[in-house]
C-alpha cells in the first residue's frame, strides 16, 4: 500500500467539512505513521501499534500527544476497513494511555492587570482584550473579519469555531474600545480584522502562529506564565465568580459539552466559597432549631455528652468501672 490511501482519506475528510487545521495535523500524524510501520498497512496488528507507542515514548511525546495519533490511527483503519473494503481488524481496539486531567489555569486579578499594562501596542491590545473578555480561541480570533463585528450591539458573529460551529459573543466596554482605538489607526485595508502591521507581510492576516508569538513577547515583558488559552481561562474563571450560569459561560465559550464547562467550578474558589457559608448558614439553623424544639418541648440531650454518661459493659454484662 502507498499514499494513494492517504490522498482518498484526505478527500473523504475534505467531503465532510473538516477543517484545514484539522486536516493537516491528521496528514502529519498518518504520514508519520506510514513511514515508520514496518510492515504493508493491510497486515498492520496490535503489536506493531504498541511498538509505535513504544517509539513515541522514546521520542518524549506527552500522552496527549500519544492519544491523539492513536485516535487519528484508528479513525483512519475505521475508513480502510470501511470504505476501502479492506479485510482486516482495526489494530486500534482501544486507548490505554492515562492522561492527566489538569485543571484550566486562569490569572489573578492583579495579574491581568499587570500583563495589560505592557500591551501598549494597539492591535495587539485588541487582540487580547478580546480573549480575555470574549473567551475567543486563537484561531477564533486569526479568522475573525471586519464585518463579523457588530459595534453597535456590541457583538462578535464567530463562524465556524472549534468543530465547525458558529456562535455568536458579546464585547464589554474596555474591549470595545480598545477594538475600536486599533480600527481607527489600522492603515491597511482589508477583509481579515487582525494584519501584519510591518515587514513584507504587511497588510497580510496576522496568523495564528503570529498572534502567539506576540504573547510570548508579552509573558517575558511581564514575566508571568501565561498563554493566548490563559485568558480564555481567565474569562470563564470571572463570569463563574460572578455568579454567571454555567449554561451561559458553556454558550460563550462555544463548549459542546456542559461537563467541559464544569471544570471551571473546581476552581472557581470564590463562588465556592459563598456558596459553601450560604448553603451552611441554613444547615446549622435547621440543627439549632431540630435541638431546641424536640417533642415533649424539651432540649433534645447532647448526643456526644449521652454517650460518655452511659456506662459500658463488657462481654459478660458487667459493667465497665472507669
Keep these: 500500500m502507498d499514499n494513494t490511501e492517504l490522498i482518498r482519506y484526505r478527500r473523504a475528510l475534505k467531503r465532510k467539512n473538516y477543517s484545514a487545521h484539522t486536516l493537516k495535523s491528521y496528514m502529519n500524524i498518518l504520514d508519520h505513521f506510514v513511514r515508520w510501520v514496518p510492515v504493508p498497512l493491510g497486515e498492520v496488528t496490535a503489536k506493531e501499534v504498541g511498538l509505535y507507542v513504544d517509539h513515541l515514548l522514546q521520542k518524549k511525546r506527552t500522552p496527549k500527544t500519544i492519544t491523539c495519533h492513536l485516535q487519528t490511527i484508528r479513525l483512519f483503519f475505521d475508513y ?3 470504505d476501502e ?6 489494530p486500534v481496539t482501544r486507548i490505554s494511555i492515562r492522561l492527566p486531567k489538569p485543571l484550566p489555569r486562569h490569572l489573578k486579578d492583579d495579574q491581568a492587570k499587570r500583563l495589560l499594562r505592557v500591551i501598549t501596542d494597539g492591535r495587539d491590545r485588541a487582540i487580547f482584550m478580546l480573549m480575555l473578555r470574549c473567551g475567543l480561541r486563537v484561531q477564533e ?6 464585518e463579523a463585528v457588530d459595534h453597535q450591539r456590541k457583538q462578535i458573529f464567530v463562524s465556524k469555531g472549534k468543530g465547525g460551529k458558529d456562535r455568536v459573543v458579546y464585547m464589554s466596554e474596555d474591549a470595545r474600545s480598545a477594538l475600536l482605538a486599533y480600527l481607527s489607526k489600522r492603515s491597511v485595508k482589508g477583509k481579515r480584522l487582525f494584519l501584519v502591521q510591518k515587514g513584507p507581510l504587511k497588510g497580510q492576516p496576522l496568523s495564528v502562529r503570529g498572534i502567539q508569538k506576540r504573547m510570548e513577547y508579552y509573558a517575558r515583558k511581564s514575566r508571568l506564565n501565561v498563554s493566548c488559552h490563559r485568558l480564555r481561562h481567565t474569562m470563564a474563571t470571572q463570569l463563574l465568580n460572578a455568579d454567571a450560569d454555567l449554561a451561559t459561560i458553556q454558550d460563550l465559550l462555544g463548549h459542546g459539552q456542559i461537563t467541559t464547562t464544569q471544570r471551571y467550578c473546581w476552581v472557581a474558589n470564590l463562588k465556592v466559597q459563598r456558596d459553601y457559608y450560604k448553603a451552611m448558614e441554613v444547615v446549622l439553623q435547621r440543627t439549632l432549631a431540630s435541638m431546641e424544639n424536640d417533642v415533649d418541648g424539651e432540649q433534645l440531650p447532647n448526643p456526644m455528652t449521652a454517650a460518655k454518661q452511659e456506662p459500658r459493659t463488657n462481654l459478660t454484662g458487667g459493667e465497665i468501672t472507669r
Design 85 to 90: 473494503e479492506i479485510s482486516m481488524a482495526n
Design 80 to 82: 480502510l476497513i470501511q
Design 141 to 146: 480570533v486569526a479568522d475573525l473579519t471586519v
